[in-house]
Nanobody, 126 residues
Framework: QVQLVESGGGLVQAGGSLRLSCAASGRTFSNYAMGWFRQTPGKEREFVAAIGRSGVSTYYADSVKGRFTISRDSAKNTNYLQMNSLKPEDTAVYYC???????????????????WGKGTLVTVSS
């Protein structure tokens, strides 16, 4: 059974940093694209970042480009989202998700993702 567990969320002041982790189990994910999404109450889940199976290609939403960095450690079946220069508008529940097999980094829609974690809350205070 596939399980994704996010961690690293919390409360941080604007301008601060957080590093989210997504530990995957139940399958080897090295051949899958991985992604991060976020959601706030009353809004649709939105794409944040994705990384291809090689770990070389990455893709970011314009709103986080230059501030967030996605990476992966296939040996640990874990991927990360380093978030710097955080803004109050980054406040959301962040979700890790598994993308297509042999997928590249791409602006994925939530419907393109196959498995989801339960999310971790990030709150950025002004």
């Amino acid at each position: 059974q596939v399980q994704l567990v996010e961690s690293g969320g919390g409360l941080v002041q604007a301008g601060g940093s957080l590093r989210l982790s997504c530990a995957a189990s139940g399958r080897t994910f090295s051949n899958y694209a991985m992604g991060w999404f976020r959601q706030t109450p009353g809004k649709e889940r939105e794409f944040v970042a994705a990384i291809g199976r090689s770990g070389v290609s990455t893709y970011y939403a314009d709103s986080v480009k230059g501030r967030f960095t996605i990476s992966r450690d296939s040996a640990k079946n874990t991927n990360y989202l380093q978030m710097n220069s955080l803004k109050p508008e980054d406040t959301a529940v962040y979700y890790c998700a598994v993308g297509p097999k042999y997928g590249t980094a791409y602006y994925y829609t939530p419907s393109a993702m196959n498995d989801w974690g339960k999310g971790t809350l990030v709150t950025v205070s002004s």
